[in-house]
């Protein structure tokens, strides 16, 4: 099991910055790599950023590309994920998930922590 726990969540103006964490636990050496998930009202949960634990290759979507950066930190097992200019429409919950090696899903989940971007 790998337990994970956000936090950096809150409200911001438009064109503020906010900072996430997900510290992991358990068995953190089975994870392979994390992800970064927003949910708004109404909408579907979509990805919008990973990293690999080993090579810190990354992925963004587009909505956030040029915008919000994810890293990690192995010797914490924490992962971040830095945002800036941020937009009315980044409004949603913001979850981080751990994928385990050799799976092709995310196996884990946080709890999430809102973020609120007023105009």
């Known amino acids: 099991q790998v337990q994970l726990v956000e936090s950096g969540g809150g409200l911001v103006q438009a064109g503020g910055s906010l900072r996430l964490s997900c510290a992991a636990s358990?068995?953190?050496?089975?994870?392979?790599?994390m992800g970064w998930f927003r949910q708004a009202p109404g909408k579907e949960r979509e990805v919008i950023a990973a990293?690999?634990?080993?090579?810190?290759?990354?992925y963004y979507a587009g909505s956030v590309k040029g915008r919000f950066t994810i890293s990690r930190d192995n010797a914490k097992n924490t992962v971040y994920l830095q945002m800036n200019s941020l937009k009315p429409e980044d409004t949603a919950v913001y979850y981080c998930?751990?994928?385990?090696?050799?799976?092709?899903?995310?196996?884990?989940w946080g709890q999430g922590t809102q973020v609120t971007v007023s105009s």
């Open positions: 990293i690999s634990w080993s090579r810190g290759s990354t």
């Open positions: 358990g068995r953190t050496f089975s994870s392979a790599a």
């Open positions: 998930a751990a994928q385990v090696t050799g799976s092709n899903k995310y196996d884990y």
